[in-house]
């Protein structure tokens, strides 16, 4: 089991599964189904950032909502540490754990109600929580507004009123609103601009050490991730490849597929040669992936074994750092300094 | 917002005399013999005078814009001329008959109204499961079925067999009670002036001739205010901010109504407003059917006896009633849908 050391472990991920079927003709047979998420297991410890990584339609977003129940996952167990016990994260459950584990949404331009007042928008979740008194909420969204550096004279205003950047301060706003020990951001800075990016990732930051926040946080931007990550999941089409600690992850990848990913990032120094890896084709179906290793068609390294067996993510030197990669111990991976300078 | 208002109605001069240019031009087309002929009740008339000394007599023979300026005169001095084929000036035709249409009006929009936007929610709610289809189903065959045969239908059901909802406005003896002088009319409503007067059972009266007409106005109006209403809860339903909403704890119910339902009902609104504008603006098949005497069939028989003194009237009447119900609808729009902003 992927068990990390250090800090109390916060969240259990077990065999995670999101299934989409896929209907077809007039009686909406299932003929198959979209495996989005796909076996994932893994843990957050308290305190920590795990950032998750991939590309599009990789499941990492589909794989956060499913945590928080948002979309019903089709199998697998999800725990949440409460007290010292074991809180079961399902459909039933969830509604009395919302105030533990949140979200903050990638697109702060559709997900606030464009009828509803920012102090509505962010005491809604105290209401429902059993916060009875009005002013009590208010004066709580008050704080909240100024944690996350808006004012109290934003309360009265609606959401089409805000830039983009502040909407997303007031969906984390909104998010913290509970309490919760543990916080899903899904791309929460993939809709602005970047310089603004910076301002709302510092501020995720400072939240953290203030509230002594957990995040789950995904995203498809390397350097976003490397800035604010402890630990960094790596997924491909529908599950983790790689997961490690960020930097042995980022300087020493141990997966074909984060080295690519790494060689995709950009360098500010303009002498730097770095090697592009170019993976060949699409990225398959999640309808129909391939056998073995789901990333052997792609796989500049790939063998015959890769072709018929699935790998199994597996810590290999007992440094925590998982990989799910028949060759990881032969390969010899370039990572972001390890390129060459010319 | 006071601005705002006084801007919307500079334009009605400008609306109110296009309109009624456009039916100047409309009726220049026919000739004057043609525009005289409304005012011949019998051959008899013709025995002393000839065509012609009717045509000069009524100012046929002046050219059109002639006449468009006289008819603006007189209209300046609140004079809108004398209706032939309802025997009466067209003003107190229309004071007349208007009541009787707003009461239609009122009584109607509220089933339709709201059996539309229930039934568009049950639908939206089992989208694509058996309660839907059932309730697409009933919507559409009212929306199918032509307003002159289900009336006629329940006429012939809820009149001819059971003697319920007779038509008109009111029975024999209610209209003896209600055209002596001590029943004061308040308002033309017949309703609210029996009420006024303390008579319910000529209150009872009205509403038994007001139920079948409604009931024929909302079969017909329910199929469209649900595809609207159903369209647009399955849109708001899967919008990122009812995602949010569930997110913060919320029960099904609150992320139903409070949510979903409040942003689905902005579309509903302004198809809610131009359907009372069009109750508002007379119902000619159904007043026909009924035999309910509201602006609607007053208008039909004007047209249908080219009493062009009548259709001006009541076309300049629909064109302010337009733009007034349009700026209503308009200021509302900005109350339910915070990012509207009128200027």
Sequence with gaps: ??????????????????HFPITKGLFRRTVGYVKAVDDVSFQVRRGETLGVVGESGCGKTTMGLSIVQLVQPTSGRIQLSD???????????????????????????????PRMRIRDIVAEPLQAHGMKNRRQRYERVETLLEA??????????????????????????????????????????????VSVQAQVLNLLDDLQKEFGLTYLF?????????????????????????????????????????????????DPDPDVVGEQIILQGDVPSPADPPPGCHFHPRCR??????????????????????VACHHAQDLDLTGVSTRATA | ???????????????????????????????????????????????????????????????????????????????????????????????????????????????????GIWLGTISAKNYNKPLDHLSRTFAIIGWSLPDFVFGLILLMVFYGVLGWFPPGRLSMWADTVVL?????????MNTVDSLLNGRPDIFWDAVRHLIAPVITLAYLWWAYLLRITRSSMLEVM??????????????????????????????????????????????????????YKGIGLLTATGAQQLDYTLILGTTLFYGMLLVLINLVVDLLYAVIDPRVRLE
């Excluded at chain 1, 790939?302 to 790998?311: K, L, S």
């Excluded at chain 2, 009740?41 to 468009?68: I, T």
């Excluded at chain 2, 002596?180 to 033309?188: A, L, M, P, W």
């Excluded at chain 2, 942003?263 to 026909?288: H, Q, R």
């Design chain 2, 238 to 291: 899967n919008k990122d901010y009812v995602r949010t909403a569930r997110a913060k704890g919320l029960t099904e119910k609150v992320v139903a109504n409070r949510h979903i339902r409040r942003n689905a009902m902005i579309p509903v609104a302004t198809v809610s407003g131009s359907m009372v504008l069009g109750l508002l603006g007379g119902v000619v098949i159904v007043e026909t059917v009924f035999d």
């Design chain 1, 148 to 193: 996350v550096g808006l004012g109290s004279h934003h309360m009265n205003r609606f959401p089409h009123e805000f830039s983009g950047g502040q909407r997303q301060r007031i969906g984390i706003a909104r998010a913290l609103s509970l309490n919760p020990s543990l916080v899903v951001c899904d791309e929460p800075v993939s809709a602005l601009d």
């Design chain 1, 301 to 322: 390294y790939a063998t015959e074994r890769c072709r018929q067996e699935a790998p199994e993510l597996a810590d290999l030197d007992g440094t925590e750092h998982f």
């Design chain 1, 1 to 18: 089991m992927t068990t990390p050391k250090g800090d109390p472990i916060l969240l259990k991920v077990e065999g995670l599964r999101k």
């Design chain 1, 218 to 266: 995904v995203a498809h931007d390397l350097s976003v991730v490397q800035h604010i990550s402890d630990r960094v999941a790596v997924m491909y089409l529908g599950r983790i490849v790689e997961m490690g600690e960020v930097d042995p992850l980022f300087l020493y990848p141990k997966h074909p597929y984060t080295e690519a990913l790494l060689s995709a990032i950009p």
């Design chain 2, 180 to 188: 002596t002088g001590d029943f004061v009319r308040y308002t033309g």
């Design chain 1, 83 to 113: 007290n010292g016990g074991w809180m079961e994260v399902n459909s039933k459950t969830i509604r009395h754990l919302r105030d533990k584990m949140q979200i903050v949404f990638q697109d702060p331009f559709s997900s606030l109600d």
């Design chain 2, 1 to 115: 917002m006071l601005t705002y208002i006084a801007r919307r109605l500079l334009f009605l001069p400008v609306v109110l005399i296009g309109v009624t240019l456009l039916v100047f031009v409309a009726m220049s087309l026919l000739s004057p013999y043609q525009l005289v002929s409304t005012y011949i009740k019998s051959p008899e008339e013709l025995k002393n005078q000839s065509l012609d000394d009717l045509v000069r007599k009524y100012g046929l023979d002046q050219p059109a814009h002639v006449r468009y300026m006289n008819w603006m005169k007189n209209l300046f001095r609140g004079d809108l001329g004398y209706s032939v084929s309802a025997s009466m000036p067209v003003k107190e035709a229309i004071a007349r008959r208007f009541p009787a249409t707003i009461e239609l009006a009122l009584f109607a929009v509220i089933p339709v109204v709201f059996g």
